[in-house]
């Protein structure tokens, strides 16, 4: 078998474990926090052996950040693909909790830990692009809206009647604007 088949399979093989081992770090995070997560139960939550986690990641320090990365690489592409108020309301309502309690355990983290602080500035970023986009008068109310929203989603859920309106409030649609009563 020549040499670049044998090597694309093992990168193949090598992307996946990578995944499961992220994904597998995200379920511990959602069910124990940050601090539940060591080399040994990345490991038997992945189903690999111990020592693949730091084939793959150097520290469990990378693996947070790899995985907060991920997190972020999908909240972006989601925040680009259906950039629109009913886009966003329906991607917030629809969240599932235990993962949105882990990516925000992962982003309370990296607020505290400048290491990590990169994938908190590239989200207000990507969030700040499309908010100016939607609401180029108050984009800053947009975000803060957001940003609101989805912790609410990750405490006690919400319903997708109520993202639209506060999604709409903030942007200033619906007649609401700054000064007015909200109706």
Same mark, same amino acid.
């Given at each position: 078998?020549?040499?670049?088949?044998?090597? %694309?399979?093992?990168?193949?093989?090598?992307?996946?474990?990578?995944?499961?081992?992220?994904?597998?770090? !995200?379920?511990?995070?959602?069910? +124990?926090?940050?601090?539940?997560?060591?080399?040994?139960?990345?490991? +038997?939550?992945?189903?690999?052996?111990?020592?693949?986690?730091?084939?793959?990641?150097?520290?469990?320090?990378?693996? !947070?950040?790899?995985?907060?990365?991920?997190?972020?690489?999908?909240?972006?592409?989601?925040?680009?693909?259906?950039? *629109?108020?009913?886009?966003?309301?329906?991607?917030?309502?629809? *969240?599932?909790?235990?993962? !949105?309690?882990?990516?925000? %355990?992962?982003?309370?983290?990296?607020?505290?830990? +400048?290491?990590?602080?990169?994938?908190?500035?590239?989200?207000?970023?990507?969030?700040?692009?499309?908010?100016?986009? !939607?609401?180029?008068?108050?984009?800053?109310?947009?975000?803060?809206?957001?940003?609101?929203?989805?912790?609410?989603?990750?405490?006690?859920?919400?319903?997708? +009647?109520?993202?639209?309106?506060?999604?709409?409030?903030?942007?200033?649609?619906?007649?609401?604007?700054?000064?007015?009563?909200?109706?």
């Amino acid at each position: 078998m020549p040499p670049d088949v044998i090597a %694309d399979g093992r990168r193949r093989k090598g992307a996946t474990r990578r995944r499961e081992l992220l994904e597998a770090t !995200l379920r511990l995070v959602a069910r +124990d926090g940050v601090g539940g997560v060591s080399q040994r139960r990345v490991a +038997d939550e992945a189903g690999v052996p111990a020592s693949a986690v730091l084939y793959y990641f150097a520290s469990v320090d990378e693996l !947070l950040v790899s995985t907060l990365a991920g997190v972020n690489d999908r909240y972006i592409a989601g925040l680009e693909a259906e950039p *629109s108020l009913a886009g966003l309301a329906t991607t917030i309502a629809s *969240s599932d909790r235990a993962e !949105l309690i882990a990516e925000y %355990d992962l982003f309370l983290l990296a607020a505290r830990r +400048d290491d990590l602080r990169g994938e908190v500035d590239r989200w207000d970023a990507a969030l700040r692009a499309v908010a100016d986009r !939607l609401a180029p008068e108050r984009p800053e109310v947009l975000v803060a809206a957001v940003n609101g929203l989805w912790l609410q989603a990750a405490v006690s859920g919400v319903g997708e +009647d109520e993202v639209m309106r506060v999604l709409t409030g903030a942007a200033g649609a619906g007649g609401w604007r700054q000064g007015e009563s909200n109706p």
